[in-house]
């Protein structure tokens, strides 16, 4: 009986591909032009449908649909901050979930032109909620919002961006 060569503890290489019985690849691990990381993972029909990637400090999750638009990413960018994104089918932004830079986490809408039309957010000072609607021509229209001491209040604005009503509903104290 023929013996079997030992296994290596190590591997080392460039590129490693997973191919199914018919050949086809259906995974990669390998280094990107900037010696970066890299795994991707393709279906039946040659299509990427994932990738797991560091970027220039960034590292980022990437699901992509059929046709190989990405729909959905999870990142966490140089500074450190997470965000999830959802994405139309023609890749435009929908949804921006992220940390702020103050450590709030904050919430974008988007329309089907890839415009920011509703943020949201909480300051992580006081944990204060935010929230600014957005006209088609990118101005604010109404922001909603705590005073200090937890009074309520509304801020409306014009066309052209500026403020033309505040209600405060509650005391000042």
Request: hydrophobic share 30%; aromatic share 6%; no cysteine.
């Amino acid at each position: 009986m023929k013996k079997k060569p030992p296994r290596p503890k190590v591997v080392e290489a460039h590129e490693f591909r997973l191919v199914d019985k018919g050949g086809k690849v259906r995974a990669i691990l390998a280094l990107g032009d900037g010696g970066d990381p890299y795994i991707g993972l393709f279906d039946k029909r040659d299509k990427l449908r994932a990738s797991l990637a560091l970027h220039e400090g960034e590292s980022f999750l990437e699901l992509l649909d059929k046709n190989e638009k990405v729909r959905a990413s999870i990142g966490l960018g140089k500074t450190g901050h997470p965000s999830v994104v959802l994405r139309s089918n023609k890749e435009q932004d929908g949804a921006v979930l992220q940390m702020g830079k103050d450590g709030g986490p904050g919430l974008d809408l988007y329309d089907k032109k890839g415009e920011l039309r509703a943020s949201y957010g909480l300051y992580s000072e006081d944990g204060s909620p935010k929230l600014a609607l957005i006209d088609r021509d990118g101005r604010r229209r109404k922001v909603p919002s705590l005073t200090e001491i937890g009074t309520p209040y509304l801020v409306l604005f014009d066309k052209e961006g500026d403020p033309s009503t505040s209600i405060g509903l509650g005391d000042d104290e």
